[in-house]
């Protein structure tokens, strides 16, 4: 079995390749792909060769972890339906091609307990399934409070503004320092931090990625205050500590989402008080993969980057 697919094989050296499959076994499905989605966070950082060394990294690497698709074949013990579209949260099935992430191709072969079924009329938005189960983690900790401050008005501060607002929140600032970005705000409030005079932010997210920004958000948040680094950083971080010391300020970092907070944020959306709409600025066939991801990490009006699989055979 064989599928086209998306190669990172070095830095900014990206190709279609058809790939030989692991064979499926009983506890596996065979998912035809429809769409998958483009990281501008950590796919960004693969391919301008700036990610940070983690165990399985390097190249050749099949990029993407927001894929949707179609049960296509189902072993007796996946427990997958046949015709079903299911999110596919990446798969490691393409021999000895690293699939870390591995969603982006037009066939998949991955455990059937790794795929979520999800609603039809979903289709390509079931891509921001990752995203906003992300966003979900960032604050589904014990203890943990919502965002007074969200930086960055990207997908990821987008889906965190939109669930601090589906799960009974206060309406969130969101900073945005590019006017491009500043729109669509849906009931809450987006500011250039220039703008903003504010210095009492209990609980400030970060999903910026800028590894120099402690300082400026320390400044900015009141006493036995929470700064959450959200974002994905390349850079070592850094702070002065008097200032964070007279705040008694905390820092926390949040990781990668658990299934525990995809099942939520699939209810939430299923249930009409999550929206996904608006957040897929930008779409390409696969057969274009390499301008597509050339597109995705240049345009700052791109918010989220889809690649349609269903004419690649």
């Known amino acids: 079995m064989e599928a086209v697919a998306v190669v990172i094989k070095g830095p900014e050296r990206i190709e279609l390749d058809r790939l030989d499959l692991s064979p499926p076994g009983a506890e596996d499905v065979v998912v035809d792909i429809e769409w998958s989605g483009i990281s501008t966070g950590t796919e960004r950082l693969l391919w301008s060769g700036q990610m940070p060394p983690f165990p399985g990294m390097g ?36 021999g000895d091609v690293r699939g870390l992430f591995g969603g982006a191709a037009s066939r998949l072969v991955v455990a059937g307990d790794r795929v979520l079924p999800i609603d039809e009329q979903l289709a390509e938005q079931g891509v921001l399934l990752a995203l906003a189960a992300t966003a979900q983690h960032a604050f589904s900790k014990d203890g943990a409070m919502s965002p007074d401050l969200i930086v960055g008005h990207g997908v990821l501060g987008r889906l965190l503004a939109r669930l601090a607002l589906a799960t009974g929140a206060a309406p969130p600032v969101v900073w945005e320092r590019n006017p491009a970005r500043a729109g669509d705000a849906q009931g809450y409030t987006v500011v250039d931090p220039a703008d903003d005079p504010r210095k009492d932010y ?112």
């Open 202 to 313: 209990r609980s400030i997210y970060d999903v910026s990625g800028d590894s120099t920004i402690l300082d400026t958000l320390v400044s900015r948040l009141a006493a036995d205050g929470e700064i959450v680094l959200a974002g994905f950083y390349s850079e070592p971080l850094s702070f002065a500590f008097a200032p964070a010391f007279m705040r008694e300020a905390r820092i926390r970092i949040a990781a990668e989402w658990r299934e525990w907070d995809l099942a939520a944020v699939k209810e939430f959306v299923e249930q009409g008080r999550l929206s996904l709409d608006g957040l897929i600025t930008h779409r390409h066939d696969a057969t274009d993969a390499e301008a597509a991801y050339r597109e995705a990490f240049s345009d700052p009006a791109c918010l989220k980057m889809i690649l349609d699989w269903r004419a690649c055979t």
């Open 59 to 94: 190249y050749p690497l099949v990029p993407g972890y927001e894929a949707v698709g179609r049960v296509a074949a189902a072993g007796s013990r996946s427990g997958g339906r046949i015709g079903d579209r299911v999110f596919v949260p990446g798969a490691r099935c393409f």
